[in-house]
């Protein structure tokens, strides 16, 4: 193998282990919204709870609104789960190529080093 070809693949090395840190960057964005999200939820449910009024509660909104709270919590964690997953595979995804790029640039100063010929 080429010095030149060495290089070649490292840079395609370097260029598939920038792709996978930006992809878990958005990953990254995605949990960071999510989590947000459900505090603010937690937030709304402990302000609203304790001002209730007879009215509201005898109507059903109260309860309603509970249940609203609920859902909307129960299907952010379903989608923090999932983005956790994702975020999960993406890590195993960028440490290979981190691996990748590493072992290139090994072989690469292996064979670019002194005294080393075509």
Same mark, same amino acid.
């Given at each position: 193998?080429?010095?030149?070809?060495?290089?070649?693949?490292?840079?395609?090395?370097?260029?598939?282990?920038?792709?996978?840190?930006?992809?878990?960057?958005?990953?990254?964005?995605?949990?960071?919204?999510? $989590?947000? &999200?459900?505090? #603010?939820?937690?937030?709304?449910? !402990?302000?609203?709870?304790?001002? =209730?009024?007879?009215?509201? @509660?005898?109507?059903?909104?109260?309860?309603?609104?509970?249940?609203?709270?609920?859902?909307?919590?129960?299907?952010?964690?379903?989608?923090?789960?999932?983005?956790?997953?994702?975020?999960?595979? $993406?890590? &195993?995804?960028? #440490?290979?190529?981190?691996?990748? !790029?590493?072992?290139?640039?090994? =072989?690469?100063?292996?064979? @670019?080093?002194?005294?080393?010929?075509?």
């Amino acid at each position: 193998m080429k010095p030149d070809d060495i290089s070649t693949l490292r840079t395609i090395a370097e260029a598939i282990f920038q792709k996978e840190q930006r992809a878990i960057a958005d990953i990254v964005a995605e949990e960071s919204r999510i $989590r947000r &999200a459900l505090a #603010r939820i937690d937030a709304a449910n !402990q302000t609203s709870a304790p001002s =209730v009024d007879l009215a509201h @509660s005898t109507s059903g909104a109260a309860a309603a609104w509970k249940v609203w709270m609920e859902q909307k919590r129960t299907q952010l964690n379903i989608h923090l789960a999932q983005t956790l997953v994702q975020k999960a595979e $993406r890590i &195993a995804q960028v #440490r290979t190529a981190l691996g990748r !790029q590493e072992a290139l640039k090994m =072989v690469e100063d292996k064979f @670019s080093g002194p005294g080393k010929a075509d």
